[in-house]
């Protein structure tokens, strides 16, 4: 939420500058996009200089942006969840069960200090947006030199500059970015997000139709072994296949009603890391080293997530622990107080050793259950 209103911040205030460059009006003889002359470049210079002097953009991140966006989070929060987690693919008989639920009775309860911590956040991220944001001027002016050079015929351009050398010109100039952020137009843009909220879902939901041609996304169930492996290197963890959200669980043996029992290992896990599971790139580096991966397991008793906990210092003995561990490993799963299987997780430390050091033991496994 906080990445969303950040973005929104961001393009708004660059929206004035980006409206002129895109919306100029091409006059005259010359075409858009050709070369400019050198002296209507520099009056295109003189004309960006006027409407985005130095410090434009920590001006605007300031005064009342904070309170502008302090208001849409407000707003945004107060709306009901189900609309928007429905619009990104939540099945409707999930959200239906969420009634008129906000995202503000959820953070009241997973952080109560949520308000007070949005509005001690919003005012420093929007003094922090500004001043990164002024490091671009000068490039903004030399990009809104060159069009308006390339926009405006050099009668144009030298009307425009003779305007914002007079008094009242030059006023408008200096006012026409920063104009936005005063508390009128403040207050219009406010008034107006609760609209702008309530069209997401539908705009949602067309955005979804204009690419229903497109591949789907692949899902931890489609993801190929070597697109694991991959991810594997890349993040250092391995995905499994998770279980499908809201899918009833395989059916588990009779157990007698008893204390809840945590996730346990089935048969000789020492025996998956054997010789033959050194990865050779490992043996080829001489990497070595102790894993620790925490596992999620699913009430089947199958593992369907790996995340590295402590690592090797080698990404491959990382995601070949993970590896192992989803595709071979077996468990027998967590059970509720009633003894129904339920998903847990399982600590898995494992010491790979190269076979120098080691004869023919090249790595050994010595797990840790963490309950579920």
């Known amino acids: 939420m906080t990445r969303s209103f950040m973005l929104f911040a961001l393009l708004l205030a660059a929206s004035p500058a980006s409206a002129q460059q895109a919306g100029a009006a091409q ?14 470049l520099a009056l295109g210079a003189d004309i960006a200089a006027k409407l985005l002097p130095d410090g434009t953009y920590q001006r605007i991140m300031g005064g009342a942006m904070s309170t502008m966006m302090d208001g849409i989070t407000s707003q945004i929060t107060a709306m009901p969840l189900a609309p928007f987690l429905r619009s990104a693919g939540l099945p409707a008989a999930d959200t239906a069960r969420m ?16 308000d007070q911590r949005m509005r001690v956040m919003m005012p420093v991220m929007m003094r922090e947006m500004g001043r990164v944001m002024s490091q ?10 060159h069009a308006y050079a390339a926009h405006f ?36 843009l406010t008034a107006f997000m609760p609209t702008l909220v309530q069209a997401l879902p539908g705009i949602m939901q067309k955005t979804q139709a204009a690419v229903a041609d497109l591949p789907k996304a692949k899902t931890p169930q489609t993801l190929s072994d070597a697109d694991r492996q991959k991810l594997g290197r890349l993040l250092g963890t391995y995905i499994g296949r ?21 996730v346990a290992p089935v ?41 590295i906990a402590v690592s090797s210092g080698s990404s491959v003995l990382d995601a070949r622990t993970c590896e192992i561990a989803i595709a071979t490993m077996r468990f027998t799963p967590a059970t509720d107080h009633k003894a129904r299987p339920i998903a847990g997780t399982y600590q898995l430390p494992v010491r790979w050793v190269l076979p120098a050091d080691a004869g023919p033991e090249r790595a050994s496994a010595a797990p840790t259950p963490v309950g579920s």
């Open 153 to 188: 015929t050099s009668a144009q351009l030298r009307d425009i500059d003779r305007f914002f050398n007079t008094p009242s010109g030059g006023a408008f100039a200096s006012q026409n970015m920063t104009i936005a952020s005063d508390p009128a137009v403040v207050r219009t």
């Open 99 to 114: 009634g008129k639920a906000t995202l503000k009775q959820v953070m009241e309860i997973v952080d109560p200090a949520y």
């Open 136 to 145: 671009v001027e000068p490039q903004m002016r030399d990009g809104l030199a």
């Open 242 to 262: 998770a279980p499908q959200m809201g899918a009833p669980a395989p059916a588990a043996p009779a157990a007698p009603a008893g204390p809840d029992r945590a």
């Open 27 to 40: 006059a005259g003889g010359e075409q858009a996009g050709t070369p400019a002359s050198a002296a209507n």
């Open 267 to 307: 048969g000789n896990i020492a025996a998956l890391f054997g010789p033959d599971a050194y990865p050779p790139a490992a043996m080829r580096a001489e990497s070595q080293g102790r894993v620790v991966a925490n596992l999620g397991i699913d009430p089947a008793g199958k593992a369907f997530a790996c995340t």
